[in-house]
């Protein structure tokens, strides 16, 4: 599986869009790009996973570059219970294989 | 739906001591994992389930055991704890399928457990 990189940290403030960035440059062409939050001490949650075209859902967008070497995970309008640890794992589908967890972004939502 | 369930939710043990945690989905899903998590560290996978009757090493295995015992379950078993084995463990589950597409992984709320 390709390697991710993402900064350690970010600050938002309440009611505005928090923008989190992904490199994953060596990303090969059969493997996905995942999104998964960890609220404090709970399970991760899946958020949203993309090939190469942009993705949305309820809760968020996915923003995949035209060379897939970077990605944006969007949240439109941050709330407080969106503070978390939010995780880019990148991997092929479609197999048994287990998701490669860094130490993500943790995000702070601030009011 | 429950999702997946994981007992106990805390535990003590003294080193030298054996436990087993348990995980049950109620999703159909094909594949399951055990992570642990130490203290301001991302997952690590310690065994994997791709389908009912097998099972992987994953990242850090030494020290555990897994059983599949079923499609809906999968335990992890600490033979001897030691205080290094002191985590958060998390159970996942997923659907997979043959192709291009796949699903996203449902995990437990975690077993936290103390090894004095």
Redo the contacts between chains.
């Keep these: 599986d390709a390697k991710t990189t993402q900064p350690p940290s970010m600050d938002c403030a309440e009611g505005r869009a928090a923008n989190l960035p992904c490199n994953h440059s060596t990303i090969s062409g059969n493997e996905y790009v995942y999104w998964y939050r960890q609220i404090h001490s709970q399970g991760p949650q899946y958020i949203i996973h993309g090939l190469k075209n942009n993705e949305t859902n309820e809760m968020a967008s996915l923003i995949i570059t035209e060379d897939r070497k970077s990605s944006t995970l969007i949240l439109p309008h941050a709330t407080l219970r969106d503070t978390a640890v939010y995780y880019c794992i990148v991997r092929v589908a479609g197999s048994g294989y287990a998701l490669n967890f860094g130490k993500g972004t943790s995000l702070l939502v601030t009011p | 739906n429950a999702g997946?369930t994981q007992t106990p939710k805390f535990q003590v043990l003294k080193t030298g001591q054996s436990m087993t945690l348990q995980c049950a989905q109620d999703m159909n899903h094909?594949?399951m994992?055990w992570?642990r998590q130490d203290p301001g560290?991302?997952?690590?996978?310690i065994y994997?389930?791709?389908?009912e009757g097998?099972t992987d090493k994953?990242?850090v295995p030494n020290g555990y055991n897994v059983s599949r015992l079923n499609k809906r379950e999968f335990s992890l078993r600490l033979e001897s704890a030691a205080p290094s084995q002191t985590s958060?463990y998390?159970c996942?589950s997923t659907r997979?399928?043959?192709?291009?597409?796949?699903y996203?992984?449902?995990?437990?709320?975690?077993t936290r457990l103390t090894v004095v």
């Design positions: 997946v094909n594949s994992y992570y560290m991302g997952l690590r996978l994997y389930s791709a389908s097998t994953g990242e958060v998390f996942a997979t399928r043959e192709g291009w597409t796949n996203g992984y449902t995990f437990g709320s975690g």
